[in-house]
């Protein structure tokens, strides 16, 4: 995760309440923010493998489930293969065990021994299915390693895929006491930034605290360390406002 900060000046529009009952009144209000980077991801193979074939570009957009690289491994396979001949020995076994008193004693112990196998290779299947390495959410293909090319041997910590995921950029605002009334939750919003060359963002209004902040989570904030928030410390170090603000969430209609 990577934070970068601004401050905005928000444009209350003409917006709407849960039950669209429109907001029939414009104000500005300016207070601090920080947009919380889109979310990205790593994938990695389960197991040490060998690339089969790539589906993927990079740019290109996937749904969450999209099958994104193939992977084969031939140690599991073999594995499954040779449970999948014990079980078949062991049911075997089971079906043509005597009715005698060894054929009865032996029951039990083939029993557990075909109870085990089968376990074992639900696992075996279970960890074959996860070499077709899947989106875990619906995003964009950020980044494919230059290296990574079919038939590649790849050890577990290898890193094969960097997905990005759509429309997870989050604004939090901190507004202060005199006006947060005028925030009202499911509004739409509208923030300019003082720097004109930036564009502005469409956004919609997710949360609006009940209470003010106790102390800033996000010292970059702080004035201390040349955010744009008067604060200073207390005892126990952490970073108090001088004012009363109150967070306010903010979802971007269309994240970038």
């Keep these: 995760m990577h934070w970068n900060l601004t401050i905005f000046r928000t444009i209350l529009g003409s917006g709407a309440f849960l039950f669209l009952l429109l907001v029939p009144w414009h104000s500005t209000i300016d207070a601090p923010a920080i947009i919380k980077a889109q979310q ?13 074939k790539i589906l993927v570009q990079e740019n290109q957009s996937v749904n969450i489930g999209d099958p994104l690289i193939l992977l084969n491994a031939p140690d599991l396979e073999f594995s499954l293969k040779n449970i999948t001949t014990k079980i078949h020995a062991l049911q075997w076994s089971l079906q043509h065990t005597g009715s005698g008193i060894s054929g009865l004693k032996n029951e039990p112990v083939l029993q557990k021994e075909l109870s085990s196998a089968l ?37 577990r910590d290898t890193p094969m895929v ?3 995921q759509n429309n ?3 604004i939090e ?5 005199t006006n947060i009334s005028r ?35 996000h010292p970059m904030m702080a004035s201390l360390y040349g955010g744009p928030i008067a ?9 108090i406002t001088n004012q009363a603000l109150y967070p306010v969430k903010l979802k971007p209609l269309q994240a970038g």
């Design 183 to 217: 925030i009202i939750p499911d509004s739409l919003v509208t923030f300019y930034p003082l720097n004109l060359d930036q564009p502005s963002i469409q956004v919609r209004v997710i949360e609006v605290a009940p209470t003010a902040l106790r102390w800033l989570a």
């Design 173 to 177: 605002a901190y507004v202060d006491e």
């Design 40 to 52: 990205h991801l790593w994938l990695y193979p389960p197991v040490a493998s060998r690339v089969t």
């Design 119 to 155: 376990a074992e290779k639900d696992i075996l299947k279970h960890r074959l299915s996860q070499l077709t390495i899947t989106a875990p959410f619906a995003g964009i293909i950020k980044e494919l390693p230059s290296g990574l090319v079919k038939g590649l041997w790849i050890a």
């Design 162 to 164: 960097e997905l990005l």
């Design 231 to 239: 604060a200073r410390k207390d005892n126990a170090g952490r970073l």
């Design 168 to 170: 997870s950029t989050e």
